[in-house]
């Protein structure tokens, strides 16, 4: 008998083929990074002088959600 450490349940899970849309986008260690200054610009700047309409709203209304939480998460005040 062999032993299977992916059998238990509790054993670390085999790492997941990417999906193609994963398999896609360029290494990690290529892509451009974000600041927090960065996130706290659009959400104080961008997001307020944004002109939409209809759908747009809810899906601008939900990034500003993302961003805040965000920028909560990593100790960065929003309103500052």
């Known amino acids: 008998m062999t032993d299977d450490v992916h059998a238990s349940p ?3 899970h085999a790492e997941e083929e990417p999906t193609e849309a994963e398999a ?11 600041s ?12 307020p002088r944004a002109y939409v309409r209809g759908r747009e709203v809810d899906a601008l209304l939900e990034l500003r959600t993302k961003l ?3 920028l909560e998460r990593v ?4 309103a500052a």
Do not use: C, N, T
């Open 36 to 47: 927090v200054s960065d996130l706290a610009f659009v959400l104080q700047v961008l997001i």
């Open 68 to 70: 805040e939480e965000i």
């Open 10 to 12: 509790l054993a670390p």
């Open 24 to 34: 896609a986008l360029p290494p990690e260690s290529s892509l451009p990074a974000v």
């Open 75 to 78: 100790g960065h005040d929003p």
